[in-house]
């Protein structure tokens, strides 16, 4: 329970650093530690506990994202690329789509069972972050690992390993940053659309003599 309020705890500070991008860093470092330490007071004062309470337990790899997000906003490193993160939500919206209807009975199989220690879905998951990590995507790779190990010391409330890569408030903010990317994408190609015109018609037209 104590790793699940922590991350719960990880996820309110990257989200209150996004609200606050616009302050100055020093500022944005105050909000983050006065969340922190909000989130982690026990039930009933922290924030954790309450959301928890009301959204239920987050996966392992959404507390790793929150704390990337965090470390990027108050040290301004970049651990994924914005490559990186397309594919991974891109990764995390197909794996829901097929994952979640078959899970709930859409078919005969039933992939959340092989969250129970199957020997087969987690050779998949070392040979995946085997793949990530010689393509150097070294903290999807990263991610991997931290889920596994929790999953094997029984960090989190749940038995099952899907409940530690994978949650259904991670898919939401997954398909809303592909929106968002998809979004700004748009708009840049009409900025640019609107520029290369202008600048056309700005140029000196030469003249023969």
Known sequence: MLVSVVVCAFILVAVSLRLSSRWPVRRRALVAAAVLVLSLLPFP?????????????????????????ILHRLRGHQFLSMGQTRMVCLLLVFLALWFYPMSLGSSYEDPYAWGFGDLIFSCMLLLLG???WLSRAYASCIILVVAQLAYAWRL????????YLIDPWLVFWASGWLIRDRLLARRARQRLAVSQPE?????PVRTES
Request: hydrophobic share 60%.
């Open 45 to 69: 004062y922290g924030l954790a506990p309450w959301v928890l309470s009301y959204l239920g337990d987050f996966s392992l790899t959404s507390g790793m994202l929150a704390l990337l997000a």
């Open 130 to 132: 085997v793949v990530a």
């Open 156 to 163: 989190l409330p749940s038995d099952n390993l899907w409940d």
């Open 199 to 203: 600048a056309a018609s700005a140029a």
